[in-house]
């Protein structure tokens, strides 16, 4: 089946640029989205389809997605930001086909 | 406005059975699919099965074939996730969320979580 790898936990200032990286066997050529969860809550989606943004969500967070690296940029971090992320898509091509999440970065603000 | 409304935290006892809800509104229920996604105590998330409530083509994570059953009532607009014989290792948050049109579309709206408690 296939596997998402994203790095345990990072940390950042604020107002410094936070890189938060969603690793798979080609993922380039997959659509991947990406949740936001905080403490007590349930997730949000902050981008899907690799970039687009839903109303609401800050241009600050940013998606992209290339070769075997997709990556959640959130420019001038804020307190705000701190929180679990998640990188997500749809595997079609395993058998059966299925849902894969990443096992989530926990983001801090110093 | 779309919203998913999930019912109450259950306490059960191995063995025992449960089925929790998910009730929503805001949007063409038969049209997207539904899924559900468990998250253990301190872990991350994981999914369990979607289902699209048109025809009721479901679709479930090989880990949990068997264990639980997915369902949807176009009626009332509401989606169902039940347990015949619960284990302790079933005690978890359960969050249903709107899928898209399309399998592989994004969850765009969650449910605020049911939190399901298993112990002797």
């Known amino acids: 089946s296939y596997v998402l790898t994203q790095p345990p936990s990072l940390s950042v200032a604020p107002g410094q640029t936070a890189r938060i990286t969603c690793g798979g066997d080609?993922?380039?050529?997959?659509?991947v989205h990406w949740y936001q969860q905080k403490p007590g809550q349930a997730p949000v989606v902050v981008v899907y389809?690799?970039?687009d943004r839903p109303s609401g969500i800050p241009e600050r967070l940013s998606g992209s997605n290339s070769g075997n690296t997709a990556t959640l940029t959130i420019t001038r971090v804020e307190a705000g930001d701190e929180a679990d992320y998640y990188c997500q898509l749809w595997d079609s091509r395993s058998d059966p086909p299925g849902w894969v999440f990443g096992g989530g970065t926990k983001l801090t603000v110093l | 406005e779309v919203q998913l409304v999930q019912s109450g935290a259950e306490v059960k006892k191995p063995g025992e059975s449960v089925k929790i809800s998910c009730k929503t509104s805001?949007?063409?229920?038969?049209?997207?699919?539904i899924a559900w996604v468990r998250q253990m105590p301190g872990k991350g998330l994981e999914w369990l099965g979607v289902v699209y409530p048109h025809d009721s083509d479901t679709r479930y994570c090989p880990s949990f074939q068997g264990q639980v059953t997915i369902s949807a009532a176009k009626s009332s607009a509401t989606a169902y996730l039940q347990w015949n014989s619960l284990k302790a290792s079933d005690t978890a948050i359960y969050y249903c969320?709107?899928?898209?049109?399309?399998?592989?579309?994004?969850?765009?709206?969650w449910g605020q979580g049911t939190l399901v408690t298993v112990s002797s």
């Open positions: 805001g949007y063409t229920f038969s049209n997207y699919w």
């Open positions: 389809d690799n970039s």
């Open positions: 969320a709107k899928g898209g049109f399309l399998i592989r579309g994004a969850f765009l709206a």
């Open positions: 080609n993922i380039g050529s997959r659509y």
